[in-house]
């Protein structure tokens, strides 16, 4: 079936540093999602990509699709403390409605 | 903002006992969901449910998990003999309209946390 990978598992970063979580799937994926989880607390949509090549940002937030619908990233600038939490993608396939969810990469972020 | 509610937040249960959690999704949604996750581990989907019946299910959701609509509002996961794995955080989640080549964004619950003794 289909595996969708997150690296790295956990990142810690200075305040004010970048920081990036690579996505891969091992399919192509009709559109990927991002997800924010709080320590304790719920995925929140983020975003969605849909097309091949696709890019978009959301204030120090940049989400890439690669070309191949296999890939993914996010990039947050300047990291701040209220950024500390667990991000998730998740594929979705051609077939219906399901999403399959990375294992998340946990960031912290030290003051 | 219109939000998924989950009940109850935290349920003890005896190993082999059945249980029911409960979800209210958003009101004008017509796709729902439930998840589970592990403490510390990934979001695995368990099944999702779109006109009364179930769209997909994962190899997780066998025969001991079922799901029920049973009202205009409520959407129920029940699991039937419980076991220790099943201890989990359980998210419920629905969404708009099925997207024509796309999935819809997600909104996700509060969750139970389901612990077996």
């Known amino acids: 079936g289909q595996q969708v990978m997150q690296i790295p598992q956990y990142q810690h970063v200075q305040e004010g540093e970048d920081f990036t979580t690579y996505c891969n799937s091992s399919t192509t994926l009709s559109n990927i999602q991002w997800y924010k989880q709080r320590p304790g607390g719920h995925p929140v949509f983020l975003i969605q990509?849909?097309?091949?090549?696709e890019v978009k940002k959301q204030k120090r937030l940049t989400f890439q699709f690669g070309e191949a619908k296999k890939n993914s990233s996010l990039h947050i600038t300047a990291t701040q403390t209220t950024d500390v939490g667990t991000y998730f993608c998740?594929?979705?396939?051609?077939?219906?409605?399901?999403?399959?969810f990375g294992g998340g990469t946990r960031l912290m972020v030290k003051p | 903002e219109p939000e998924v509610t989950q009940t109850p937040s935290h349920q003890v249960t005896q190993m082999g006992q059945e249980v029911i959690l409960r979800c209210v999704p958003i009101?004008?949604?017509?796709?729902f969901y439930w998840y589970r996750q592990i403490l510390g581990q990934k979001v695995e989907f368990l099944v999702s449910?779109?006109?009364?019946?179930?769209?997909?299910k994962s190899e997780i959701f066998d025969d001991q998990f079922s799901v029920e609509r049973p009202d205009g509002s409520n959407f129920t996961l029940k699991i039937r003999s419980t076991k220790l794995e099943d201890s989990a955080m359980y998210f419920c989640?629905?969404?708009?309209?099925?997207?024509?080549?796309?999935?819809?964004?997600?909104?996700f619950g509060d969750g139970t946390r389901l612990s077996i003794l």
């Open positions: 449910f779109y006109n009364n019946e179930i769209s997909e």
């Open positions: 009101s004008n949604h017509l796709y």
């Open positions: 989640a629905s969404s708009d309209n099925q997207g024509i080549s796309s999935n819809q964004p997600q909104h």
């Open positions: 998740a594929g979705g396939n051609n077939a219906g409605n399901m999403l399959t």
């Open positions: 990509l849909v097309k091949s090549g």
